[in-house]
């Protein structure tokens, strides 16, 4: 029975095909035939396009009580791109986890230029920017790990510049060193950091944005 099933209709669920990732809503599941009719942003249209069927596909949805994840694999049946928004159909997974918060969970690996903000206070009380750049080797919903040829001191606030692409353009992250490691015998740094005071906007785009890359 699909009653006890996370993946409802009207809910919102992130796919992962490929190289391509977006998030849709559910807009109806056949019980019978269990599939999903995934509708699908307008702007991916021409990369639907290019999806063949049989692809795999990794979906991801909250949990009813918004906190857990149910992440499953699942293969695309049809593309209905006539559609207003185009469809996507895919299998309802066989198999499929409910994991606790993505931030508890492993890291994911990217390769991510970042400008760096370091904020030093002046003796006048006023602050100052200084623009630096660094590039982010993974991230989580909890922070992220970043390699810089930069001095940065434990416990340090930056900020983060993090072009997400789509609508949801740049953003800028809080956050706070936590340690420090040499990168091999290199001039370079990894510097892990814990975001720190996000507000509900940023956290929801930086969600979906890590969603994405599952």
Not at 31 to 60: W, Y
Not at 192 to 212: A, Q
């Amino acid at each position: 029975m699909m009653d006890n099933i996370f993946f409802k209709k009207g809910l919102d669920i992130f796919v992962r095909i490929g190289d391509i990732g977006f998030k849709g809503n559910i807009s109806s599941i056949d019980e019978s035939s269990k599939r999903i009719d995934i509708g699908v942003p307008d702007q991916l249209l021409s990369s639907l396009a290019r999806v063949e069927r049989g692809s795999e596909c990794t979906i991801t949805a909250k949990s009813h009580a918004g906190q857990n994840y149910v992440v499953g694999l699942s293969k695309v049946i049809e593309k209905m791109l006539n559609f207003s928004p185009p469809l996507l159909i895919i299998d309802f997974p066989e198999k499929f986890e409910e994991r606790s918060e993505l931030r508890r969970y492993r890291r994911i690996g990217v390769s991510i230029i970042t400008g760096i903000y370091q904020e030093k206070e002046l003796k006048g009380g006023n602050l100052i920017e200084k623009h630096l750049e660094g590039t982010i080797v993974d991230i989580g919903l909890g922070g992220c790990q970043i390699m810089a040829d930069y001095l940065f001191e434990t416990g340090e606030l930056l900020l983060l510049d993090l072009n997400i692409g789509g609508n949801g353009g740049n953003i800028r992250i809080p956050c706070q060193v936590r340690y420090t490691k040499p990168f091999y015998n290199t001039r370079l740094k990894l510097y892990g950091l814990e975001f720190v005071n996000i507000g509900k906007e940023i956290k929801d785009k930086l969600e979906s944005f890590i969603t994405n890359l599952i």
